[in-house]
């Protein structure tokens, strides 16, 4: 998910999977779930996870459980789009939150800043830090504190359909100026749009501002960056590849949408991230999963750039079973367990050690996306991160329906950015 600010819609119903019938926030008791030194009690756990992924993370969850038999896993499955408030409104009304919630890398430092997380530093959550890779490391981190575990890293590429390119004529565009030149040829030739363009979820735009060598904000120097030129011509790329029927977009429902426009070979490219791996494959453009290409993000006329992505794992501030929330998150993010699902779901651990198992090593997506992982753009860790993505969204809408060109588009974010933050020039 990461996946980013990408999910489902906040009208989807939240799907808990209740593995004990027991209320929210943890054990009653008093005694930190921690009676005799046997872990008990109650945890209830918040899974942001996709509908590809959540019979996985459920699994695991039992696997806790079988460590820990005095011990009950209260397994929740909220999906994305409305984890944020939800996690929000509950801890803010302390009545409804959760033990461990998977948190979105940058989510984490929000949730701190409101004081909604417990630090984990010198708890048995944070175990073998120095496995961990570096760039997963800081989203976790907030004003000197660690207030979450890493779990999965990842970034954007550009799944493409093997078939449909090869009936084209056409390589892999390295830049979205080559992909919108092939896209005539890849229509005549196969009926397909070249691009599915997410236009409903700013994440996705970062590439295309990457590519002109921007970014949001400079937050070293506390510099608002999205309004420069860099910035311009990111807007002005989306609008040309819709303009010119190289890409479709929508205004919602794109994560949806797009997966289904790439499994039923209606688009040959989507940008997209591991997490969509197993629901691509699922299609049937790609019952022939060796079809199902990974390449870089494309380049804009500058550069090349994903954003860092991913998932961590944080505590709840007033769980009243935090010993055994510890242990749960100290599970969830261990080498066993990120083995697992690798194997599974492709996703990329965060763990050094995981890499040199055969198994991950040879894995076909990792041998792709650690790389990408590695050359990553790391987003702004700052409590106002999350906030930065809105003011993107609705300038992109504004931008791709024509009420608003790529110069208006880019100025109006970058005032937003300094009515958010006040200390920023």
């Avoid at 380049?299 to 860092?308: I, R």
Wanted: a positive charge.
């Amino acid at each position: 998910m990461r996946r980013g600010i990408r999910g489902a819609t906040a009208t989807a119903l939240v799907a808990g999977l209740a593995l004990a019938a027991t209320a929210c926030g943890g054990d009653d008791s008093g005694d930190g779930g921690n009676s005799g030194g046997e872990l008990s009690g109650t945890v209830t756990f918040w899974d942001t996870s996709n509908d590809a992924e959540k019979a996985t993370y459920r699994k695991l969850a039992e696997g806790f459980q079988k460590q820990h038999p005095k011990v009950r896993v209260k397994y929740v499955n909220v999906p994305f789009g409305d984890a944020n408030a939800k996690f929000k409104n509950a801890a803010g009304g302390n009545s409804g939150a959760p033990d461990v919630m998977r948190t979105e890398v940058a989510w984490v430092a929000d949730f701190a800043n409101l004081g909604y997380l417990a630090p984990l530093d010198g708890t048995p959550a944070l175990d073998t830090t120095d496995d961990y890779l570096p760039q997963a490391v800081g989203s976790t981190k907030f004003k000197g504190k660690t207030y979450a575990a890493p779990q999965v890293i990842d970034t954007l590429g550009l799944f493409y359909n093997k078939k449909l390119l090869k009936d084209a004529g056409v390589e892999v565009p390295k830049t979205f100026e080559e992909l919108s030149k092939a896209a005539k040829k890849i229509k005549a030739k196969t009926g397909a749009t070249a691009l599915y363009l997410r236009g409903d979820d700013p994440y996705w735009f970062l590439p295309y501002l990457y590519g002109e060598g921007g970014d949001m904000v400079n937050a070293r120097d506390k510099v608002v960056e999205i309004d420069d030129g860099a910035g311009v011509k990111a807007f002005k790329t989306i609008k040309d590849l819709v303009d010119s029927k190289a890409a479709v977009t929508d205004a919602t429902d794109g994560q949806e949408n797009q997966l289904k426009a790439l499994k039923d070979g209606d688009v040959a490219m989507a940008v997209d991230g591991p997490w969509d791996i197993e629901g691509a494959r699922a299609g049937k453009a790609f019952k022939d999963k060796k079809n199902l290409g990974v390449a870089p993000v494309p380049g804009g006329s500058s550069a090349q750039g994903s954003p860092q992505g991913g998932w961590n794992l944080s505590v709840y501030a007033g769980s009243k079973n935090l010993q055994a929330s510890y242990a749960f998150v100290k599970y969830m993010s261990s080498a066993k367990v990120q083995q697992e699902t690798n194997e599974k779901l492709s996703l990329l651990p965060t763990r050094k050690s995981v890499y040199d198992v055969p198994a991950v090593k040879n894995n076909e997506m990792v041998k792709f996306f650690k790389p990408a992982v590695d050359g990553a753009v790391q987003r702004p860790w700052i409590a106002e991160g999350n906030s930065l993505f809105e003011p993107v969204k609705v300038q992109m809408n504004k931008v791709l329906t024509g009420a608003a060109t790529p110069e208006q588009a880019a100025e109006a974010t970058g005032n937003a950015y300094r009515k958010l933050l006040k200390d920023y020039k």
